[in-house]
């Protein structure tokens, strides 16, 4: 109100200002104005600027994260609170962030710590006032005249309403999902030309795909025929306007509209663009009531040979009610993201071309299909058989190693390979998908109905016999063969298969001389840490030389150290995720305590980040996610958590693909513990360590997510956490940050021209970094969520500034 902005120290002169400018303040917010120098503040309770009649409402709605809040206008006298327009690109705020109206800048949006966001830009001419009218248009007005300086109905975002007008260029983006409000796929335009289209549209340079729906208000013989304005009247009909004064019905004239109503049309996060009503009284239907949309088919009309389509990558798109797409990921494929189905799906194997060796008859014990009936994704072909049979398609698409999928329609083959685009079920296919999966990698079907058990039951009681026979007959074979084994090749069967598996894992036992012989006595040292040395070795058996790690542990504990030392390793053996370093096997022999881990050939991604040659933009940010996605496997994914303790670049290691894989993980309870005057046990390494380590407090999954938040800071920059940067900036993390409040991101990346570029990604991993090394573990995301970051599935919040406040 107000009288908030004048102040007193007299408490009788602030209660009479206070009784004074009560009537005023309710009077300014009834009649819509607001006046320059009015503010407010982010929180649960904020009452919002209101139209005169109350129906609309400009301020804070608050998000489902109750820590969050966005700058919108709402219908402000219907229950759901439904947003028609919304600031800053639909980025949220948090909580104390503040709105002021001021006569120099307009709109200008300020974080907790008192840093810009956000402003109405472009206003050069000084504002006298702001209006909130009954349209749903929030207006500033420009000193001594009463015409806009600036409004949001020229700055729309998702949604237009009646009164409201789409000028030739004009746009509407979708959101990215039902709670995410950043630009998403989809948007609307009214192209120069005079078509009214629908596109999807690249999120990282908004590149338009082919359009899947068109207006056809163009006329290329008559200019003057064509469609420049889209006008939604008052009475709630929506049209184009040609330049010659005649109109094109988006409204069908048929249709009676509904007195006393709301209206509004909508671009949704699923592409369709659909115009509503909602009754004012709530006597009839509560709801809004869709009146029309467009397209008329989603999952059809979208046939462009690049973008998502409808669903996300590799989903399934079928028409539901009201025309909207329903999306499901086929059989072998689950949601990337679990909470958004409209999401990418990914598949539960990884097919290998080592296979493509294999005979056929070989590959069908590894491989089968499911069927899909009526289904395709008909932009993702490489290969056409034609002609073709079903079991030649099938035996084609076993026998390719890029086949994730055949279509098989009347007599001929279509082989599509991932990821597969604009899936979408149609009646009129009369055909079949066939999606190639490995055996065991789905999860059980069904049981058969009693009918068919009873069939299968009768028909297989010779075939049960049978079997049992071979079986007995067999197990007295190997019974026979393995006892030969062990009396006369007792020593080799030792040495080279060991007698000792860890209970649960399949580890192997190696003895000492084993691990001595592999590695020439210890000869080439490949890297040392906290938890001891690293060896290369090669194992040598008949058939092949495989290249090995062994780590030579040398601080563990020393207590009860056999029974500790199994009980990690034997958490360690049933973890498996391609972002992870894997355990061969393992040592425990006398004072000899080691692990054998796979080779990795490209080394530790220090030696490489921080060497003189600058590995790639591209290959930085799949390092961050694919190190995000190994942590997210550890602390939520695994049997036993595991909560790493030392995420560093030394501890990440590379293949020879380059992909980034976690290394020591598990090992943290192995660690001597150095006591400190405070007695404070803390593991990790300077410069990754979380303040809590500090602090006499709980130690949680939320230390690594600080380790990597530091870790992320060094992919983008290429610099150490604490060194190698500028004199005057000598930690890394604090050098970042004040780059990014004082928006020089490209000081971060300069002379990285990829990076440079990629503005959109580089600012998204920043403001992921700055999430994670927040001194207040509460506040950092976990690591799901900054996976989900930086994939660009969620959208990525303001962050607060990291440190402690010294208020």
């Given amino acids: 109100m107000n009288f908030h902005n004048y102040h007193n120290t007299y408490l009788f002169l602030v209660f009479f200002s206070t009784l004074f400018l009560l009537p005023f303040s309710s009077f300014s917010q009834v009649n819509g104005t607001v006046q320059v120098g009015s503010f407010m503040t982010a929180t649960e309770d904020t009452t919002p600027w209101l139209s005169p009649s109350s129906d609309f409402a400009f301020g804070f709605s608050q998000l489902k994260d109750k820590n969050l809040f966005l700058l919108a206008i709402w219908y402000n006298k219907i229950p759901d609170k439904t947003i028609i327009w919304y600031a800053n690109d639909g980025q949220p705020v948090s909580q104390r962030s503040r709105l002021e109206l001021s006569a120099q800048g307009g709109l200008n949006l300020y974080d907790p710590q008192g840093r810009s966001i956000w402003s109405s830009v472009g206003i050069t001419e000084e504002v006298a006032y702001s209006f909130m009218n009954d349209t749903g248009n929030f207006v500033l007005i420009r000193t001594g005249s009463s015409t806009a300086v600036w409004e949001s109905f020229k700055n729309p975002t998702d949604t237009i309403v009646s009164t409201q007008i789409i000028e030739s260029d004009g746009v509407l983006f979708s959101k990215q999902s039902e709670n995410n409000f950043s630009k998403g796929h989809f948007q609307l335009r009214l192209l120069r030309d005079g078509n009214l289209v629908l596109n999807i549209r690249d999120i990282v340079t908004n590149y338009a795909y082919d359009a899947y729906y068109i207006s056809g208000t163009y006329d290329p013989s008559n200019s003057s025929n064509s469609g420049f304005q889209v006008i939604y009247d008052s009475t709630g009909y929506m049209f184009i306007r040609r330049r010659n004064g005649q109109r094109s019905d988006l ?30 009284s709530f006597t009839g239907n509560p709801n ?97 058989l034609n002609p073709s049979s079903e079991q030649l398609c099938r035996e084609s698409c076993l026998q390719d190693c890029f086949c994730a999928v055949a279509i098989f329609r009347v007599d001929t083959c279509w082989m599509k390979k991932l990821p597969l685009s604009n899936g979408r079920k149609d009646q009129n296919l009369n055909g079949k998908a066939l999606i190639k999966y490995r055996k065991g990698s789905l999860p059980p079907l069904a049981p058969p109905s009693t009918m068919i058990t009873n069939q299968i039951q009768k028909q297989g009681q010779w075939t049960i016999i049978l079997v049992g026979s071979v079986l007995l007959g067999t197990s007295f074979f190997i019974i026979f063969c393995l006892g030969f084994f062990i009396v006369y090749k007792k020593k080799k069967y030792i040495q080279t298969t060991t007698a000792e598996t860890i209970a649960g894992g399949n580890q192997r036992c190696f003895q000492y001389r084993e691990l001595l012989e592999a590695t020439d006595g210890f000869k080439e040292e490949i890297g040392r840490g906290a938890f001891g040395t690293v060896y290369k070795g090669v194992m040598q058996n008949t058939l092949t030389r495989t290249t090995i790690a062994v780590k030579k542990l040398d601080s563990i504990v020393i207590q009860d150290k056999e029974k500790e030392f199994r009980t990690e390793v034997n958490t360690i053996s049933q ?51 694919g190190v995000a996605r190994g942590l997210v496997y550890l602390h939520d994914e695994c049997i ?21 894989r976690i290394s020591d993980f598990g090992l943290a309870k192995l660690l001597v513990i150095n006591q400190s005057k405070t007695n404070t046990g803390i593991r990790g390494t300077k410069g990754y360590v979380a303040p809590e380590w500090f ?28 060194e190698d940067v500028m004199e005057d900036k000598p930690i890394l993390t604090e050098w970042v940050y ?34 994670c090394i927040q001194e207040d573990s509460s506040i950092r995301p976990s690591m799901r969520k900054v996976s989900q970051m930086l994939e660009g599935i969620v959208q990525v919040p303001i962050p607060p500034c990291p440190y402690w406040s010294t208020n």
Wanted: hydrophobic share 35%; charged share 25%.
């Fill in 251 to 280: 409204t069908p004239n048929s249709l009676i509209m509904p007195p006393d109503s709301y209206y509004r049309a909508t671009l949704g996060f699923d592409g369709v663009f659909t115009q509503y009503h909602h009754p004012k």
């Fill in 288 to 384: 809004w009531t869709p009146i029309w949309s467009k397209p008329d088919n989603i999952c059809l009309n979208i046939n462009g040979v690049k973008g998502i389509g409808a669903c996300g990558y590799n989903n399934v798109c079928t028409l539901g009610d009201n025309k909207r797409p329903v999306c499901e990921c086929p059989i072998g494929f689950s949601l990337i993201d679990p909470n958004n189905t409209y999401g990418s799906c990914k598949p539960s194997f990884t097919s290998s071309c080592r296979d493509e060796e294999l005979e056929v008859d070989s590959l069908k014990d590894v491989y089968d299909f499911q069927e899909l009936l009526d289904t395709d994704w008909p932009t993702s072909d490489y290969r056409q």
């Fill in 575 to 625: 973890t498996y995720h391609k972002n992870l370093v894997r355990l061969l096997g393992f040592c425990d022999e006398g004072q000899h305590r080691m692990l054998v881990y796979e080779f990795m050939s490209k080394g530790s991604l220090a030696s490489l980040l921080f060497g003189n040659e600058k590995l790639s933009w591209s290959l930085r940010t799949e390092m961050a996610i």
């Fill in 640 to 660: 036993t958590q595991i909560i790493h303790c030392d995420i560093k670049p030394q501890n990440i290691l590379l293949d020879e693909n380059y992909n980034a």
């Fill in 695 to 722: 602090r006499n407090v709980p130690i949680s999954a939320k230390v690594d997510v600080y380790s990597f938040g530091v870790l992320l800071c060094e992919l983008i920059t290429c610099r150490r956490s604490l």
């Fill in 738 to 771: 004040d780059c990014y409040i004082e928006r020089k991101l490209e000081s971060l990346v300069r002379n990285d021209e990829a990076a440079l570029v990629d503005n959109k990604t580089l600012k998204s991993f920043v403001m992921v970094a700055i999430w």
